[in-house]
């Protein structure tokens, strides 16, 4: 069965480091999404992205973040200077068109240090 | 905007016995309703969707849901639980027309004990 692919499971880094999670998405999806789910809290949506660039995004989507699909087969999430809250479990998720059919990945554990 | 609120953060349950799991939604538009589930170390699988038709849904492992429009609920139904059942269960919306995103609950932790 086909599955969304995020790695690493877990990434510890330092405080105004930069990082990229990377996902690999179902093969014939279209729409692609990031989610986050700080610990003990409520899973959250980040940004939504189709045909090549974002068509929608949250309030906590800010300047320090940024999505990317670089080739046929990888969408990656950077956050470019981390902050300590920004760590949390990171789901992307993916979907091939319409609502109520979001496949999500087994996430990235972000820890900030 | 949407909100979803799961009144229970944990429920305990014995094995074999029913269990009901909450789901109240609040929007000015029509939505779409889902529960997920993520098991310890997984991602989010989902159990069961609400798109249109009829109001109980039948989802994966024996799980239901029932859509109440009046109430605005969608809660989470099995009439025997096993073990296999512990984990975090997430309520969730999106609007039907318009952004492509989910708005979830806190979560349920339901806790199946033998």
């Known amino acids: 069965e086909p599955e969304v692919t995020q790695t690493p499971s877990h990434q510890v880094t330092q405080m105004g480091q930069e990082v990229i999670l990377r996902c690999v998405p179902i093969?014939?999806?279209?729409?692609f999404y990031w989610y986050r789910q700080i610990l003990g809290q409520k899973v959250e949506f980040l940004v939504s992205?189709?045909?090549?660039?974002?068509?929608?995004k949250s309030e906590i989507f800010d300047d320090q973040f940024s999505v990317e699909r670089p080739d046929g087969s990888n969408f990656t999430l950077k956050i470019r200077s981390t902050k300590l809250e920004d760590s949390a479990m990171y789901f992307c998720?993916?979907?091939?068109?319409?609502?109520?059919?979001?496949?999500f990945g087994p996430g990235t554990r972000l820890t900030v240090l | 905007a949407q909100s979803v609120t799961q009144l229970d953060s944990q429920v305990p349950v014995f094995e074999e016995a029913p269990v009901e799991l909450r789901c109240n939604y609040s929007?000015?538009?029509?939505?779409?309703l889902f529960w997920y589930v993520q098991y310890p170390n997984q991602g989010l699988q989902l159990l069961l969707k609400?798109?249109?038709?009829?109001?109980l849904v039948k989802g994966i492992n024996g799980f239901e849901a029932e859509f109440n429009k009046s109430q605005t609920s969608f809660h989470l139904r099995k009439p025997s639980v096993h073990i296999s059942d512990t984990a975090e269960y997430f309520c969730?919306?999106?609007?039907?027309?318009?952004?492509?995103?989910?708005?979830f609950g806190q979560g349920t932790r339901l806790t199946i004990n033998p």
């Open positions: 093969s014939n999806h279209l729409y």
């Open positions: 969730a919306v999106s609007i039907i027309q318009g952004a492509q995103k989910l708005v």
């Open positions: 609400y798109l249109s038709g009829s109001t």
């Open positions: 992205f189709y045909n090549n660039e974002i068509s929608e």
């Open positions: 998720a993916s979907s091939e068109g319409g609502q109520g059919n979001e496949f």
């Open positions: 929007s000015s538009v029509s939505v779409y």
